[in-house]
């Protein structure tokens, strides 16, 4: 997930046709009693498993020693139900409720992912990456350490828990789509009946205060669509042109069109960015290639605008280039959709993080943020809530994916504790 400034979505921003909460909607607080100093005493393990994680990264959807070092800590805690993915190094580990309730115990699952990504890691930590050219540069090192921490809590505390909780270790959230594909695969069923709501979070080096969370209702992170388009042309020698069919200032021209498409084609309150980010073309200034590829990427927040986006860009690629009688293809790749706060899920999850951490730990966003997270695919099931966690160290400017880029440590008994309180205090909260 990429970290970027914020940009202005508007008030006119779609969301979830999701009821306010009433004004007497109130936590099960006894329950909270106690967990952040739970959480603060296992922070030197929770460092343990960070660093571990760190110096070992791995890419995409196969990560053996990732999965390794999550499984030999659940398997102390006895009484989990564990499995592993059978087409990706995934682990969902299941922990029921023993508290007293009448009735069907609700469902909720809590996420952390662990892939790492292919960055040349510049930190100088004293357990930085021992393999060259992988980084744990997205922080998610830290947010497997803040889910088994969640774990072990909700496990001390298995005779105070109402819910069955299903802790969901996802590899490939960065552009493998492990969520996709752990959905698929019935990580929502892993109870034995669907989940009823889900939370995740996510830390950021640069931005955003260390150790205060944030989030909002509604759109919270842009949906993401790419093209990977050719434009098939026909070679020939540069001084001939007419002879040929040029690819390439065909493509330069969709290329601009693009961004005249997005801003005079929607409306400023509900944005699209469209950036280009690699193009090719030939092998020589003196030869006319037969074709030229370029890759598009499309951020937008909302279903509505997907829908519309597939359409234009398709027909504007082709309409230029049918206009100087060439002829261009492209394919999709898999999307991320809006990640997207049900309204209510957000008001718990606002409510948890002060309950547990005091009233300055949450603050809510204004607008939402143009990166993507593959989160998105478990919000589009079923209601939750997304968090962003605040893990700058001093001043720092290097955010996720630098390859200087590092997290503040202290903020991971404060995800564990928030995640752990989510599944806590949710069967009591009404609304």
């Keep these: 997930?990429?970290?970027?400034?914020?940009?202005?979505?508007?008030?006119?921003?779609?969301?979830?046709?999701?009821?306010?909460?009433?004004?007497?909607?109130?936590?099960?607080?006894?329950?909270?009693?106690?967990?952040?100093?739970?959480?603060?005493?296992?922070?030197?393990?929770?460092?343990?498993?960070?660093?571990?994680?760190?110096?070992?990264?791995?890419?995409?959807?196969?990560?053996?020693?990732?999965?390794?070092?999550?499984?030999r800590r659940l398997q102390d805690l006895d009484g989990l139900e564990i499995t592993t993915g059978s087409r990706q190094s995934s682990v969902t580990a299941v922990l029921r409720g023993r508290a007293p309730y009448d009735g069907e115990r609700p469902v909720i699952l809590l996420r952390g992912d662990m892939d790492a990504l292919p960055v040349l890691e510049e930190?100088?930590?004293?357990?930085?990456?021992?393999?060259?050219?992988?980084?744990?540069?997205?922080?998610?090192?830290?947010?497997?350490?803040?889910?088994?921490?969640?774990?072990?809590?909700?496990?001390d505390r298995r005779d105070d828990l109402v819910a069955d909780v299903v802790f969901m270790f996802q590899p490939g959230e960065e552009a493998y789509h492990g969520?996709?594909?752990?959905?698929?695969?019935?990580?929502?069923?892993?109870?034995?009946?669907?989940?009823?709501?889900?939370?995740?979070?996510?830390?950021?080096?640069?931005?955003?205060?260390?150790g205060v969370f944030y989030s909002r209702p509604g759109p919270l992170m842009a949906g993401c669509e790419e093209f990977f388009v050719t434009v098939h042309g026909a070679g020939g020698h540069g001084s001939l042109p007419h002879l040929g069919k040029d690819p390439v200032p065909v493509a330069a021209e969709i290329i601009v069109a693009l961004q005249t498409l997005v801003t005079r084609g929607y409306n400023v309150f509900d944005p699209v960015v469209a950036t280009v980010g690699r193009l090719e073309a030939g092998t020589a200034g003196n030869i006319i290639p037969d074709a030229a590829t370029f890759d598009i990427s499309l951020r937008l927040f909302s279903p509505e605008n997907k829908k519309k986006l597939l359409v234009d860009v398709a027909r504007l690629v082709e309409g230029i280039a049918s206009?100087?009688?060439?002829?261009?293809?492209?394919?999709?790749?898999?999307?991320?959709?809006?990640?997207i706060n049900d309204d209510v899920e957000h008001r718990f999850a606002q409510d948890t993080v002060q309950a547990l951490l005091g009233d300055e730990s949450f603050r809510e966003l204004e607008f939402p943020m143009p990166g993507s997270e593959d989160f998105s695919h478990v919000l589009n099931e079923v209601p939750g809530a997304f968090l962003v966690l605040g893990a700058r160290i001093g001043n720092s400017q290097e955010t996720n994916h630098s390859p200087r880029a590092d997290f503040d440590e202290s903020v991971l008994p404060k995800a564990a504790a928030v995640l752990a309180g989510l599944a806590l205090a949710r069967p009591g909260w009404s609304c």
Excluded: K, W
């Design 179 to 210: 969520a996709r594909y752990m959905v698929e695969d019935g990580v929502l069923q892993a109870a034995g009946r669907r989940v009823d709501s889900a939370y995740g979070l996510h830390v950021f080096s640069a931005t955003y205060e260390s």
């Design 1 to 71: 997930m990429n970290d970027a400034p914020t940009i202005n979505a508007g008030a006119n921003s779609p969301g979830p046709a999701t009821p306010a909460p009433a004004a007497d909607a109130a936590l099960d607080t006894p329950a909270l009693s106690g967990l952040a100093t739970g959480a603060t005493a296992l922070a030197p393990e929770l460092v343990e498993l960070r660093r571990e994680i760190h110096r070992q990264p791995e890419l995409g959807l196969d990560l053996p020693l990732t999965q390794a070092s999550i499984l």
């Design 123 to 155: 930190t100088g930590l004293d357990f930085s990456s021992a393999v060259t050219g992988h980084m744990h540069a997205c922080g998610h090192d830290l947010h497997v350490a803040g889910l088994y921490g969640a774990a072990r809590l909700l496990h």
């Design 323 to 339: 206009a100087h009688g060439l002829t261009a293809s492209y394919t999709l790749a898999p999307d991320y959709p809006v990640t």
